[in-house]
């Protein structure tokens, strides 16, 4: 496999990419279509349409491409609310949810977690006339951890139809819980449910931006119609459709997250930390205090291993880092192990 980490001296497990790189048939597709650098970007290739729509079984419609997915967060924070409405989403979810509300100026909920699991209650509480969206990232950034099926379904059948839930599931391909929820189904039944993904995580094509939303065709052209002109480069699609297409490597790539995740799960809590339980290609550690926390996260950049500091996350106390080969769960693991012997 193509490592892209490998080529600096660190291990840069900040961001949750999957530093495998992408599938060889994706360099090569790139490697082949090259050129045309002066011209602005076509269209989006119809048989990226065609794969996306036979793998969540919708209609080409009902899809509508972003460049990245916080591209189409963005798009339907200030689209689907207006100035005096709201939508709500998890404490300590992916920041970007967040910051985009605040860059929008559109008033958000942040709904408490109950150790840190998220609190369908209190949310369903906290839906007034004013309420428009709800984003849900399944598994979730930072936590990794996963909401299953039957909760969501519980959950839908409470939320008002005039009310949009975004199932943001920018890493469910690494997800090995059968409780996941089958998000295809949901979207049958639920008009008022919209599916995010991504190619930035799995596919491994994070700086290509490109990410795409499921949602009933009305919603997806009006996202279609706010998104700004040649956003999406004709490379992106064209990478995109090759890794789509190599489910192979993607399944490969799951498998090895699943046995690096389970390893280092496994051996971290004998380590004595505390670990959360992962769906996705990152690890949770939670401390006692912050200054813990910042005291590890500075041993590991010492060792050269670069964590993420989720303070902006609302998350002072936690740490998140990706999974990757068995050679960077070892150097973890002696990080952690030296951190502990000083
Ligand atoms: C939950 C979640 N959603 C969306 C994204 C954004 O992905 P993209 O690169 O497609 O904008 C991320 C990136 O980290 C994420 O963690």
Known sequence: MNSVANQTLSFRLRSNENLFGPSPKVLDAIRQNAGNYNL????????????????????????????????????????????DENLIFPQGSFVAYRLLSEFHNRVHKIIPTINFQWNPEAILEAIDDKTKL????????????????????????????????????????YVTNPDYPDSNKLFKNYPNLIILRTFSKIYALAAFRLGYAVAREELAQLINAHRLPFAISELSGIAALAAINDQEYVKKCARINAEERGYLFREI?????????????????????????????LHLLDQGIIARDITPFGHPKGLRFSTWHHEASLKVLNALKSCQDR
């Open 40 to 83: 602005y970007p076509g269209a989006l290739p119809d048989a990226l349409y065609q794969q996306v729509s036979a793998l969540h079984h919708v209609d080409t419609r009902q899809i509508v491409f972003g460049a990245g997915s916080v591209q189409l967060i963005d798009i339907m924070i200030w689209t689907f609310c207006g100035a």
């Open 134 to 173: 709800i984003i849900l990232a399944n598994p979730n950034n930072p936590t990794g951890t996963m909401i299953s099926h039957d909760a969501i379904e519980n959950f839908m059948d409470s939320v008002p139809e005039n009310v949009y839930v975004v199932l943001d599931e920018a890493y469910a391909e």
């Open 269 to 297: 809590s004998q380590l004595g930390y505390h670990v959360l339980h992962s769906q996705s290609n990152f690890l949770y550690l939670y401390f006692e205090t912050a200054d813990e926390k910042e005291a590890l996260r």
